[in-house]
């Protein structure tokens, strides 16, 4: 049946007083105030190891991002596990929020499609993650050029900008999940658990689960070592089912020029090969671009999952 | 004769095995308040939602001023508003940010919003709290915030859930006036409740919803007339005599129900007391009182769902 009118009539609307009312929240305060102090704390104790140890690096600015002095870890890996708390807070209770405040019905009356109300949402949800994540970027790359004295290269800023992107990405994928259980549940407090269980499963459990698994679905034959290779594959796989080990993957590739790949290579592969020389910052996109593509599909994948539960769902709560 | 504003045929709801609303058909005119009556579940919200395109019907078409709403909901909702039931607004926001958001939404001209929403505060009587967090409102002025809402908007038809329930006598009153005011200028209504005085003193007509069917349709006259098996109610108190085995002698007389040792109340199609009166004396008895009213809504209504029931469980 061919419905009349746009389904994105009011979708600007909804996007800017989701933003605005994200930017006034208490609850993105605390957590963005979180992220600040790691990321700060991340790239201050970075700083302090560069200036003990790389005198000489061509690529001397994104070590900012990846370097760790312990007991922090570094700035990226910082991200990849806070982001996903950004993302669920915005996002948790974007649709059952309604509902539990009997909102829904009076905006769904309005002369909008249902659309509208969804595709909204997670617009003003990305939106603001995207002013948090600049917001954050200029803020590092600040920090790195007033403690290092020195400003970031042309690659530099090539590597950073896609990081970014990359990094806008992976929240995307979080902030679809958290609105996909904010339609699939009722209250939400349960979507808040289940987005947050996930996120746990997905940043902390899963890198220990899948060796397991992999033993089990490919088990290593001692006498042909070719099994070795099919477990290691096995469980590659399977640990990029998570989007952080995909963002992390990225963020690795994007931030160490000198860094070749992300599966396993042969000593015949290495052959001519500059070992510890940068690759051009193309080349490096090439090689994680089916990681950044991952993350787009998972992020439009979680997304069509609340869209259709969404569109099926009744007014009458 | 313009086509009616609102014309349902056939409309039905199911969920599962489970049906909601069965075959309805409700037409109703410019310039009408439509009361929907019925018990909680009777089907009346599912049907309100069906007409203002909200949820699909599994059967049936509607027609809503003369527009499908669902091929064309954006140009149905657009002149046709909803006030849900205990309707709900951003507590975190003020009365005018939430009109705000709402005009926007419905796409009203950015240079008029803000002369609209200070109207219709004004017509409910709100615009003191204009700049207040809705969060502190009470019941009754969210209610009317709601109304303020369709004001707004200038809508053709206004379709409101249980607008009293929970409210206050006073508040009910005043969302009362604000409704007749909205009628008066013009503004067709379709007014869902359970509460029968509310719907007695504004409605047009009634539509009695029973089990997800429309048992009764007219005017809330006919409706005591029809229902109520007669329109006189006689109290009548008297001795020495069995009123129940001797009534019959008047035609005009429907019911008569036995309330106590000497008491009985009597339903009649016109006021039957000098006939009884007189009756009550030629057969010896000593009339002590004698009291008629008219049987009021809420009797019929009362009496309606009792008929029905009673039919059921004679199946």
């Not at chain 1, 590739?253 to 290579?265: H, N």
């Not at chain 1, 015949?268 to 599909?297: D, E, F, R, V």
């Not at chain 2, 709100?126 to 709601?146: C, F, I, P, W």
């Amino acid at each position: 049946m061919k419905r009349k009118g746009s389904p994105l009539t009011g979708v600007a609307s909804i996007a800017l007083k989701e933003a605005a009312d994200h930017m006034t929240s208490a609850r993105m305060h605390l957590i963005m105030m979180l992220v600040l102090l790691t990321a700060i704390g991340a790239v201050y104790a970075a700083i302090g190891q560069i200036k003990t140890t790389t005198a000489q690096d061509a690529f001397l600015f994104l070590k900012l991002f990846t370097v760790a002095k312990a007991p922090l870890p570094s700035f990226s890996s910082f991200m990849g596990f806070l982001l996903p708390l950004l993302a669920i807070a915005l996002g948790f209770d974007a649709v059952n929020g309604e509902f539990s405040r009997r909102t829904m019905s009076r905006i769904l009356a309005q002369p909008i499609y249902r659309d509208a109300v969804l595709f909204g949402k997670f617009l003003g949800g990305l939106m603001v993650l995207a002013i948090a994540l600049v917001t954050l970027w200029l803020l590092m790359v600040g920090l790195g050029i007033l403690f290092l004295g020195l400003p970031p290269s042309g690659a530099d800023v090539a590597r950073g900008l896609v990081y970014l992107a990359a990094t806008l990405f992976y929240t995307g994928v979080w902030l679809a999940l958290a609105l996909a259980f904010s339609t699939l549940t009722r209250s939400p407090a349960t979507s808040a658990l289940a987005a947050l269980s996930v996120w746990l499963i997905f940043t902390i459990f899963w890198q220990m689960i899948t060796p397991l698994l992999a033993s089990v679905i490919s088990p290593i034959n001692p006498y042909d070592p070719m099994t070795m290779l099919a477990q290691f594959h096995t469980q590659q796989a399977l640990a990029r089912i998570s989007p952080a080990i995909l963002y992390g993957e990225t963020a690795t590739m994007l931030l160490d020029p000198t860094s070749r790949s992300v599966g396993p290579i042969f000593m015949s592969q290495l052959q001519g090969a500059l070992i510890g020389s940068p690759l051009p910052t193309m080349q490096s996109i090439k090689i994680i671009w089916p990681q950044i593509a991952g993350l787009i599909a998972g992020m439009l994948f979680m997304f069509t999952l609340a869209y259709v539960s969404f569109q099926r769902q009744e007014v009458r709560s | 004769m313009s086509r009616p504003v609102v014309e349902a045929v056939g409309l039905t709801k199911r969920y599962g095995a489970s049906t909601v609303v069965d075959g309805v058909n409700l037409a109703v005119d410019e310039g009408e308040i439509v009361g929907l009556l019925g018990p909680n579940g009777a089907g009346k919200t599912t049907t309100i939602l069906m007409l203002i395109g909200l949820t699909e019907p599994s059967a049936g078409s509607v027609r809503v001023l003369d527009l499908d709403p669902l091929r064309d909901p954006l140009a149905v909702k657009t002149q046709v508003g909803y006030l849900p039931d205990s309707v709900g607004f951003y507590d975190g926001m003020t009365g005018l940010e939430n009109l705000r958001y709402t005009a926007r939404l419905g796409g009203i001209d950015v240079s008029e919003i803000d002369d609209r929403i200070m109207t219709a505060l004004q017509q409910v009587h709100l615009d003191h709290v204009a700049n207040k967090r809705v969060g502190t409102y009470s019941r009754g002025m969210r209610q009317r915030l709601g109304l303020a809402e369709l004001a707004m908007r200038q809508i053709r038809l206004a379709v409101l859930d249980e607008p009293t329930s929970g409210l206050d006598p006073r508040s009910t009153d005043e969302l009362l006036d604000l409704i007749r005011a909205f009628a008066a200028d013009g503004m067709t209504l379709l007014i869902s409740s359970h509460m029968l005085d509310v719907v007695q003193s504004i409605c047009t007509r009634v539509a009695l919803f029973n089990k997800g069917k429309i048992g009764f349709m007219g005017s809330v006259e006919k409706f005591t007339n029809d229902v109520a098996g007669g329109s006189f109610q006689i109290d009548v108190a008297a001795r020495k005599i069995d009123l129940s085995a001797c009534v019959d002698i008047i035609p005009a007389v429907g019911a008569v129900d036995h309330r106590d040792k000497e008491h009985w109340m009597v339903s009649a199609t016109h006021d039957v007391r000098p006939e009884l009166a007189r009756m009550i004396t030629e057969h010896g008895g000593d009339l002590l009182s004698l009291q008629a009213h008219r049987a009021s809504l809420s009797e019929a209504y009362n009496r309606f769902f009792l008929d029905i029931e009673q039919k059921e469980m004679q199946q």
